[in-house]
């Protein structure tokens, strides 16, 4: 049976209709199908973006607006609906850049007029010159109508806008509940900085939305009562910990991007090399805002023990710490270990290139940490234990890296020299890991550990603490750490806790921790016995950790990071990512590399990808959106030569793409270049002399296909899998280049 024929005006009536009702996705669909039968009409394209954007859609509604720009090229309104749609992208450059656009393009655009004022500080460089810049502030000052788009005015004394970044904790929570020792780093510090922050700070949070790249703001009062209630127990169905939990969620999936205050310092104290497209989106908010980002190094574990971690970390931490340096404006470390472990792996991808550096130790109480005794949770995990039973707590992921296998081998020579009832049992609390099959094998296989072992995968924080208040004694054994929360979380308890002397083990157990000589099984199935055999032993030590190693408060350890933030806040600005600058001569790949070693050269591939106009790297390559993108090289010193570039591209479809070439105070003739769908082709260019630092393309693709990638809806642009920039006269670079490559050029037409 044939398909019923729906003519436009029917299709529009029934668009409208939608969107009446507010029913904004059923109204965008309409008007696709109409615009399908009149791809010209490009108001109607606008009406389809306004519906995607009241729906959420936001980025799709910016890429309908676009198909309209190619129609509609000189529409000043339609390019005030471009920027409001880059606004809440939090693209505030491209914003002000749209409203400028149409302003220009009529100037007595009330609504222009208005935006254009509001963000003229967000532009730089020569899009907007500094009369016109003071002239739009003045009148943004004096005009009523622009107090929405004004920053909120802070205390006279809140001069250092100290924004902690708490994505990880948040996804973290996603799944889970009970902290592990990075979530209490964060927790401990940040809810002790919201109730008490320091003279002179203005303290706010927030979370980066991997999709849209952008950060949103996190209500403080949801966020201190999310960690506590992480605190008070372990059950990840309890209504109302997943009742906040996603609360949390929706508030953040309802919020735009927010705008940082200029000159702010985002803190993440948590981790942020395996967040897609980071730095990207950090250096767009240094360029607009000013912001200085200042990450906690907790270790350095995936470069100096990579074989105790999964692969794909290794390759997520490397690729974050190649490009560290080039993006903080200083480090916080949680010992004198890490920042010597620091300093070593960053000063050998290039000589000053460490930004400056505070240690902030961890030496807190974790009883600070607790919720009051009324909101006690039940102690399920006590009931696995005897009443009474003497038991040894080791507190750590059930992972390689920990070593439970040389304990476990411990505990069964111990009994079997000594018998079942002269050794306690050993309770390991932790959550399942990598590469432990060996210890759990152990295990399985053997009866007597079956009996004298106990695994608790799920622990809360209130449980945890009454272990440590009934056990016999601690172990902690390891093969590499950042600082060692449970040495701490044991001392604090008052007791004994045996650990291997390396690393900033030896910071967190001080005097006071006894030691035995790294992964030796003899030394430390003695130094057990000691502990287990010789009561007056054990007695002599626990006495000399309540005189000595008692540790400080969290609220001790929070005012020493807002003291090390604010010393950083008085550093002058670091150039971040300015450092580096691409060889002449070397040929760079621009995708996601897989390496086990930091370096330079890789980092590049996340430098020089400027502005929103780009998708997250990829193995084979780097995908830019429909549209414009940017690529920014920046040049060495002394680059006074004709130069060639080489670039190596791939379109999704049959596709043109238009090149345009800037460098400081000088404009190169456009580029139009046409690509077969699918093919790899490099494209040669030869330069005059460039007067400036660096070397800015403009790669505009136009509409682009659509397709379905990673869960996203795209418009993909040209996709890009690497460069290489050289002296027209280096015959030997060129030479090489040819040699790496079977070189199918394409020619290049001047537009």
């Given at each position: 049976m044939a398909s019923p024929i729906i003519d436009p005006d029917t299709l529009l009536a029934k668009a409208d209709a939608h969107r009446r009702d507010k029913d904004w996705m059923g109204a965008a669909d309409a008007y696709r199908q109409f615009t399908i039968l009149r791809p010209?009409?490009?108001?109607?394209?606008?009406?389809?973006?306004?519906?995607?954007?009241?729906?959420g859609k936001v980025a799709e509604a910016l890429a309908r607006y676009r198909e309209a720009e190619a129609l509609a090229p000189d529409d000043a309104d339609l390019q005030v609906q471009i920027g409001h749609a880059q606004k809440v992208l939090g693209r505030w450059h491209?914003?002000?850049r749209a409203y400028h656009r149409a302003l220009a393009m009529n100037p007595s655009s009330a609504a222009a007029r208005v935006e254009a004022a509001a963000t003229a500080e967000w532009l730089t460089g020569p899009e907007i010159d500094a009369a016109d810049r003071a002239a739009l502030s003045r009148e943004r000052d004096k005009d009523p109508r622009f107090a929405p788009f004004l920053p909120v005015p802070q205390p006279v004394d809140a001069a250092i806008a100290t924004v902690f970044d708490v994505t990880d904790l948040l996804q973290y929570f996603n799944d889970r509940r009970t902290p592990t020792g990075i979530q209490r780093v964060q927790s401990g510090i940040i809810t002790r900085a919201l109730t008490a922050p320091a003279a002179g700070m203005a303290i706010s949070l927030a979370y980066f939305e991997p999709r849209q790249r952008v950060w949103k703001a996190v209500d403080r009062h949801?966020?201190?009562?999310?960690?506590?209630?992480s605190a008070a127990g372990a059950d990840t169905q309890d209504p109302e910990w997943t009742g906040l939990r996603d609360a949390v969620r929706r508030l953040l999936n309802a919020t735009g991007a927010m705008r940082f205050p200029r000159d702010a310092l985002l803190v993440n104290l948590g981790n942020s090399w395996s967040l897609t497209d980071y730095f990207r989106a950090l250096r767009q908010a240094q360029r607009d805002?000013?912001?200085?980002?200042?990450?906690?190094?907790?270790?350095?574990?995936?470069?100096?023990?990579?074989?105790?971690?999964?692969?794909?970390?290794?390759h997520s931490y490397v690729r974050w710490f190649s490009a560290l340096g080039l993006h903080a404006h200083g480090l916080l470390c949680n010992s004198e270990n890490t920042r010597d472990d620091l300093r070593k792996h960053m000063e050998a991808l290039r000589p000053g290139l460490t930004p400056p550096t505070h240690v902030v130790r961890l030496d807190a109480d974790p009883r600070g940490l607790l919720p009051p005794q009324g909101n006690a949770a039940p102690m399920e995990a006590l009931r696995a234990l005897r009443h009474d039973e003497s038991f040894a707590l080791f507190v750590a992921t059930l992972e390689s890296r920990k070593n439970h296998l040389l304990v476990f081998n411990a505990w069964l020579k111990l009994l079997r020299e000594h018998g079942a009832?002269?050794?306690?049992?050993?309770v390991c609390v932790g959550k399942p890991g990598w590469h432990a099959d060996a210890a759990l094998k152990l295990l399985e296989t053997s009866p007597e550990l079956q009996r004298h072992v106990l695994l608790l995968p799920q622990v809360s924080d209130q449980e945890l603490d009454a272990l440590y208040d009934r056990c016999a004694f601690t172990v902690y054994n390891s093969h590499y750490e950042g600082w060692?929360?449970?040495?701490?979380?044991?001392?604090?308890?008052?007791?004994?806790?045996?650990?291997p002397r390396h690393s900033a083990l030896t910071e967190a157990g001080g005097d006071v921790a006894t030691y035995f000589t790294p992964q030796s099984l003899p030394e430390l199935t003695a130094t057990l016995e000691k502990v287990i055999l010789d009561p007056a032993y054990r007695a002599a030590q626990e006495a000399l950790i309540r005189a000595k190693g008692q540790p400080r408060s969290w609220d001790a350890v929070k005012d020493e990071a807002l003291d090390a933030i604010r010393a950083l806040a008085a550093q002058p600005v670091r150039p971040v990512a300015e450092a580096a600058t691409v060889a002449l001569g070397q040929h760079y790949k621009l995708r996601r590399m897989e390496s086990p070693t930091p370096a330079l050269a890789p980092a590049m591939a996340e430098l020089v990808r400027e502005g929103p106009g780009w998708y997250p790297l990829e193995k084979w390559g780097v995908s830019t959106m429909a549209g414009l993108a940017t690529l920014r090289l920046p040049l060495p010193a002394g680059t006074d030569a004709p130069l060639r570039l080489y670039l190596?591209?791939?379109?999704?479809?049959?596709?043109?793409?238009?090149?345009?070439?800037?460098?400081?105070?000088?404009?190169?003739?456009?580029?139009?270049?046409?690509?077969?769908?699918?093919?790899?082709?490099?494209?040669?260019?030869d330069l005059p002399a460039l007067p400036g630092t660096s070397l800015s393309i403009e790669l505009d693709s136009g509409d682009g296909p659509y397709a379905l990638q990673y869960g996203e809806a795209r418009r993909l642009g040209v996709g890009l899998l690497g460069f290489m920039l050289c002296r027209l006269d280096d015959h030997a670079a060129r030479l090489g280049m040819l040699e790496e490559h079977s070189l199918n050029p394409v020619s290049p037409a001047l537009t």
């Open positions: 010209n009409d490009w108001t109607i394209i606008v009406q389809e973006g306004h519906c995607l954007k009241e729906g491209d914003a002000a949801a966020f201190t009562r999310l960690c506590a209630l805002h000013g912001v200085r980002y200042v990450p906690f190094v907790h270790d350095c574990v995936p470069l100096i023990v990579p074989e105790h971690c999964l692969t794909g970390l290794v009832e002269a050794i306690p049992r050993l060692g929360l449970p040495i701490t979380e044991a001392l604090a308890h008052g007791k004994v806790t045996i650990t190596e591209m791939r379109a999704p479809a049959d596709m043109e793409v238009e090149l345009r070439f800037h460098s400081e105070g000088s404009q190169a003739q456009p580029f139009l270049v046409s690509l077969p769908a699918g093919e790899p082709r490099i494209c040669l260019f």
